[in-house]
T-cell receptor, first 113, second 110 residues
Framework: EPEVTQTPSHQVTQMGQEVILRCVPI?????FYWYRQILGQKVEFLVS????????KSEIFDDQFSVERPDGSNFTLKIRSTKLEDSAMYFC???????????FGDGTRLSIL | TQLLEQSPQFLSIQEGENLTVYCNSS?????LQWYRQEPGEGPVLLVT?????EVKKLKRLTFQFGDARKDSSLHITAAQPGDTGLYLC??????????FGQGTRLTINP
């Protein structure tokens, strides 16, 4: 069964450094999403992306965050200058069309030191 | 701001018992999804309910969407140790995002 893949599974970064999290959505999907889950808290929406542009973003998704689909398969989340509070699990998801179920990757655990 | 309240947060029962998990909101969702999440993994989709009043069955799991599309329930019949895990409900807000509940950590004791 097709799946969303995320790399790396664990990223450790010094505070203030840039980090790029990578995702390969399911191949025929058109809508892409990033969510995060701080330890012990709810899964929170960050951003949705369709037709090469951001559809919606949450308050969490400030100027330090950006997303890109650099080619036909990858979808990336960049955090420009990481803060301690950015430590979390980051999940990528995709859906075939906007109102279809979202399928999630296994996440990247981001640890900021 | 849409919120989904999921209850109970923790549930520990004996094998063979029945249980129900609830997801409630004051907001209307276009659909509602139930996921199961294992430690260190992403949420895995169990079911999507779309129509108010819809009931879907997945073996011993029964999912219901409220008539007003504001609430949902997951009922497990004759729970087994393999049902142990974290169950998440998530309401879809149009095509843009999912709003998640806090999750129910279910433990089925043999």
């Amino acid at each position: 069964e097709p799946e969303v893949t995320q790399t790396p599974s664990h990223q450790v970064t010094q505070m203030g450094q840039e980090v790029i999290l990578r995702c390969v959505p399911i191949s025929n999907h058109l809508y892409f999403y990033w969510y995060r889950q701080i330890l012990g808290q709810k899964v929170e929406f960050l951003v949705s992306f369709y037709n090469n542009e951001i559809s919606e973003k949450s308050e969490i998704f400030d100027d330090q965050f950006s997303v890109e689909r650099p080619d036909g398969s990858n979808f990336t989340l960049k955090i420009r200058s990481t803060k301690l509070e950015d430590s979390a699990m980051y999940f990528c998801a995709s859906s075939a069309v906007g109102e279809q179920p979202q399928h999630f990757g296994d996440g990247t655990r981001l640890s900021i030191l | 701001t849409q919120l989904l309240e999921q209850s109970p947060q923790f549930l520990s029962i004996q094998e063979g018992e029945n249980l129900t998990v609830y997801c409630n909101s004051s907001s209307v969702f276009s659909s509602l999804q139930w996921y199961r999440q294992e430690p260190g993994e992403g949420p895995v989709l169990l079911v999507t309910v779309v129509t108010g009043g819809e009931v879907k069955k997945l073996k011993r799991l029964t999912f219901q969407f409220g008539d007003a599309r504001k609430d949902s329930s997951l009922h497990i019949t004759a729970a087994q140790p393999g049902d142990t895990g974290l169950y998440l409900c998530a309401g879809a807000v149009g095509a843009q995002k999912l709003v998640f509940g806090q999750g129910t950590r279910l433990t089925i004791n043999p």
